[in-house]
């Protein structure tokens, strides 16, 4: 068996550069206010000669290392980053997602599932944060693992290429259209599940669309999640060619779209928790709630929804479809 060993960090989305905490707080429930407090997490608003306004870079870096995370530090240092100060604002996820938190909490549990790779790790789960108070780094990967990111969505954003010495040297447009959560949905109807899908075992669903360069034009990536402890499945269609390629996701650090970055640079760990075993090992005060952890691998939206939900369940005939569609829509 093959043991790596790696830190990750994992940041809960904050407005501003504050110090934090870890604390533990009664069992009183969790509202918008006081989330970041129930949830394990307490901003230090007393950080000396940080102030709203300034702005830290790497002439006054120095004063705040305790405070900013070291890969946040070479950024600053080496290339340049400046980070604005403002003003601490409370943060927190929808209303749905709270809720969810609220009514299931200390239903979710750990299952012990030895060396095996293809049970899963966790019981109980129905919505929401799994582990508001984690004990553990294996309850904290399954927050990361269930953290909020909305049920569905829609984005278009570029990707650009850019050299040291010659700047951009190119760049790509892409249409990402996502199904997040198939199950434990909080925010989107239906809700609690999106049966279609969720029937199939299918957890999560994407379909990202190349706009530019021309050539690319058309071209489609469909990739599945499932429910259980198994890779990813994934589909191109290939206007060119005008067929659809099938190929299981196993793309675990492996490199993103032709970048130099990693998937795991996008989201951070992309695999299962219980592929692992975590273990915190430190609890540094920082801008955000960024927890240092080791992990060792154990072994090996209506149109658009509906149009993702055939994708995703008719990966040929859904994927193609989806590109006449485009065509239609811009002749």
Same mark, same amino acid.
């Given at each position: 068996m093959t043991k790596t060993a790696k830190w990750i960090a994992i940041p809960a989305v904050a407005a501003a550069l504050f110090a934090g905490v870890w604390s533990a707080s009664a069992q009183e429930p969790i509202a918008r206010a006081n989330w970041g407090a129930a949830v394990g997490f307490t901003p230090a608003l007393d950080v000396p000669n940080l102030s709203a306004g300034m702005t830290v870079d790497a002439g006054n870096l120095d004063g705040f290392t305790s405070v900013v995370p070291e890969p946040i530090r070479i950024l600053v240092s080496k290339y340049k980053l400046k980070i604005r100060v403002r003003d601490y604002a409370a943060y927190a996820p929808s209303d749905g997602y709270i809720k969810a938190t609220n009514?299931? /909490?200390?239903?979710? /549990? *750990?299952?012990?599932?030895?060396?095996? #790779?293809?049970? =899963? @790790? *966790?019981? @109980?789960? %129905?919505?929401? *944060? &799994?582990?508001?108070?984690?004990?553990? @780094?294996? =309850? *904290?990967?399954?927050?990361? $693992?269930?953290? $909020?990111?909305?049920?569905?969505?829609?984005? =278009?954003?570029? %990707?650009? #290429? %850019?050299?040291?010495?010659r700047g951009v040297e190119r760049h790509e447009v892409w249409r990402w259209t996502y199904i997040i959560n198939t199950l434990h949905r909080t925010d989107i109807p239906p809700m609690p599940r999106l049966d279609r899908l969720a029937d199939k075992d299918i957890a999560a669903t994407s379909l990202t669309e190349t706009l530019f360069p021309l050539d690319r034009k058309g071209q489609l990536a469909l990739y599945n999640v499932y429910d259980n402890p198994t890779d990813r499945e994934g589909?191109? $269609?290939? &206007?060119?060619?005008?067929?659809?390629? /099938?190929?299981?996701?196993?793309?675990? @650090?492996e490199a993103w779209n032709n970048t130099d970055l990693m998937y795991e640079d996008? /989201?951070? $760990?992309?695999?299962?928790? =219980?592929?692992?075993?975590?273990?915190?090992l430190e609890k540094p005060p920082c801008s955000r709630r960024w927890v240092r952890m080791s992990r060792w691998a154990k072994t090996r939206w209506k149109k658009n929804l509906r149009l993702q939900e055939r994708a995703a369940l008719e990966p040929d005939d859904g994927l193609a479809t989806s590109a006449r569609l485009r065509r239609r829509t811009n002749a």
């Open positions: 009514d299931h /909490r200390g239903k979710a /549990r *750990l299952v012990d599932i030895g060396a095996a #790779w293809d049970k =899963e @790790g *966790l019981d @109980g789960y %129905v919505a929401g *944060l &799994p582990f508001p108070q984690p004990k553990d @780094g294996n =309850e *904290l990967a399954w927050d990361f $693992y269930y953290n $909020y990111h909305g049920d569905d969505g829609r984005n =278009e954003f570029a %990707v650009y #290429w %850019v050299s040291a010495k589909w191109v $269609y290939i &206007p060119a060619q005008r067929r659809t390629m /099938r190929f299981t996701s196993d793309n675990h @650090g996008i /989201r951070g $760990y992309s695999g299962r928790p =219980e592929w692992m075993e975590w273990k915190i």
